[in-house]
T-cell receptor, first 114, second 113 residues
């Protein structure tokens, strides 16, 4: 049981390049989300998904796309990277069953856009 | 949408003294409240949560938090701080009626020997 796996751990992009941050979970959680962490701003929600085939925007969705073709995977795509997207990105998955609620984070991807 | 405020960017305490990290929240429905800790260059680690039940919640590493509905607060506490508690602490809230969780800006705790 690996939990939430994010790849890569580090990435440097040039302005205008595109890339996909991968996120996979093996806990059969329905809900997955992407956050970015910036100094003094905490974690801000980018996009989330309540199940396969369903995605929605969070607080800061501009410049990012997501898809959820399977329960396990929730990739985050940067279509045209900008320096403002330099950040640490966290993927999370969660469940809510029978009054219990759990939230698991990946270890993060540190992205630098130059 | 729900929101969280952590009014202190930085909290400094001496080792052995009690510590408090403050958090207030705003939700339209029933709050699910969480505390996470982040050590340098690491991901977020779960400390404790309040869903329902007793207002005093005990969590990992000797931390506890008190849910106060009238003050909409969920302050994190520890009776005796350790130098190893120095880290970045995040409060988070989920509105029971929806799925996304919102985080505060974080409070950096420094415990000095």
């Amino acid at each position: 049981n690996a939990g939430v796996t994010q790849t890569p751990k580090f990435q440097v992009l040039k302005t205008g390049q595109s890339m996909t941050l991968q996120c996979a979970q093996d806990m059969n959680h329905e809900y997955m989300s992407w956050y970015r962490q910036d100094p003094g701003m905490g974690l801000r929600l980018i996009h989330y998904s309540v199940g396969a085939g369903i995605t929605d925007q969070g607080e800061v969705p501009n410049g990012y796309n997501v898809s959820r073709s399977t329960t396990e995977d929730f990739p985050l795509r940067l279509l045209s990277a900008a320096p403002s997207q330099t950040s640490v990105y966290f993927c999370a998955s969660s469940y809510s069953r029978g009054g219990e609620y759990g939230y698991t984070f990946g270890s993060g991807t540190r992205l630098t856009v130059v | 949408a729900q929101s969280v405020a952590q009014p202190e960017d930085q909290v400094n305490v001496a080792e052995g003294n009690p510590l408090t990290v403050k958090c207030t929240y705003s939700v339209s429905g029933n709050p699910y409240l969480f505390w996470y800790v982040q050590y340098p260059n690491r991901g977020l680690q779960f400390l404790l949560k309040y869903i329902t039940g007793d207002n005093l919640v005990k969590g990992s590493y000797g931390f506890e938090a008190e849910f106060n509905k009238s003050q909409t607060s969920f302050h994190l506490k520890k009776p005796s701080a350790l130098v190893s508690d120095s880290a970045l602490y995040f409060c988070a809230v989920r509105d029971g009626g929806n799925n996304d969780m919102r985080f505060g800006a974080g409070t950096r705790l420094t415990v000095k020997p």
